[in-house]
Nanobody, 124 residues
Framework: QVQLEESGGGSVLAGGSLTLSCAASGYVVASACMGWFRQAPGKQREGVGLIEHSGSPRYANSVKGRFTISRDNAKNTLYLQMSSLKPEDTAMYYC??????????????????WGQGTQVTVSS
């Protein structure tokens, strides 16, 4: 059974930084595509970024240059380093994993497994 558990969320001032973690069990983070998504109240879930099986990251334009996705294969954990945070980054953040061999894209429907989310609140 695949389990993804996010941690590291919290409240920060604009311009601050946070690092989110996503610990995986029943799934090898290096085996397929994994992504980070976020959802603010009243808004649709949006892709923040992803990391391909090859290790190559991709980012949404809204976070490019501020967020970094990485993974630690030994710890089987995915990370999202966030800097220069803005109030509009406030949302519940989720990590997600595709099925092995699944297409790697920024849309939520490509992902089969989801964590419960961790809240990020950025105040001005």
């Amino acid at each position: 059974q695949v389990q993804l558990e996010e941690s590291g969320g919290g409240s920060v001032l604009a311009g601050g930084s946070l690092t989110l973690s996503c610990a995986a069990s029943g799934y090898v983070v290096a085996s397929a595509c994994m992504g980070w998504f976020r959802q603010a109240p009243g808004k649709q879930r949006e892709g923040v970024g992803l990391i391909e099986h090859s290790g190559s990251p991709r980012y949404a334009n809204s976070v490019k240059g501020r967020f970094t996705i990485s993974r630690d294969n030994a710890k089987n954990t995915l990370y999202l380093q966030m800097s220069s945070l803005k109030p509009e980054d406030t949302a519940m953040y989720y990590c997600a994993a595709t099925k092995g061999g699944g297409y790697c894209g920024m849309q939520h429907y490509y992902y089969a497994h989801w964590g419960q989310g961790t809240q990020v609140t950025v105040s001005s």
